[in-house]
């Protein structure tokens, strides 16, 4: 039996032989239907459809879809004191991306900043060796296709090595997670933080909504629990969700800029 792929969100289910009803992640408010109706695919179908774009994104090699699928989020490959990290997935595996990302050490841990980016994350492990998948507990309820390859972490900061730590973010979903990597790959740090706060057009900002595609803003108080959970944290780069969407270079100072900007924006 097949396991269906959401065409609008890129989520992949469980196996089925017919379609899902429903789409619980797009029928949630930070989503949507598409405007033709749910609509599904399969892995084959879309490799059919769509290549693996391998390409370097400010220094680290990333991996998506091509043409766009989905929300066309890429992820990102780090090599790390913490083992080798697939961080965020798409839905889309290709023997071309696996070769790929064996040629440069492998994989030992996906890690996924929240349900908008798990997609096809057990077909990835399962291609990639059986690797375990690293997600936070709160998002538990959105895993669509359950794996014993699945782990679950709670609290709000979770360090994997001297160099690596995962922290809650919190905001867009209660389990938004953030990758910090202290020495990479640039000097001064770099945080990889999903959408939990999204790096926006202008490259010197970053944003932070309850629901991207529908506008909704995050709760101030929501916000300012993030402040204070990345607080202690320094970092240079700040690598958004898609391509190109990255902050190289003072870093921090955007953050910072941004959470006064939005805080003073909703006080007014």
Known sequence: MPCYVCATCGTQYAETA??????????????????????????EALAAKHTQRLEDDA?????????????????LHLRTDAGNLLWECVSL?????VAALQARGGVDR???????????????????GGVPILLHEADKAWVQRPSKRIEFWGGD???LSNDVTLIRCGGHFPGSTAIHWKHGP???????PGDALQVVFDRRHVTFMYSYPNYVPMNVSDVRAMRERLEPFDFEDVYGYTWG????????????????RFLLAAAA
């Open 59 to 75: 220094g680290l090699l990333g991996i998506g879809l091509s043409p766009d699928f989905a929300i066309n989020q890429r992820a």
């Open 93 to 97: 595996v290709t023997d071309e991306a």
């Open 110 to 128: 996906i890690l996924i900043s929240h349900p908008h980016f798990y997609t096809a994350m057990v077909e990835w492990s399962e291609a990639l």
């Open 18 to 43: 017919a379609p899902p009803a429903h789409c619980p992640i797009c029928e949630d408010d930070r989503q949507y239907v598409g405007w033709q109706g749910q609509a599904w695919t399969t892995h």
């Open 157 to 159: 900061t979770l360090a």
């Open 186 to 192: 640039r000097p001064g740090g770099t945080l990889l």
């Open 245 to 260: 969407r990255n902050i190289i270079g003072g870093g921090r100072s955007a953050v910072d800029a941004s959470f006064d």
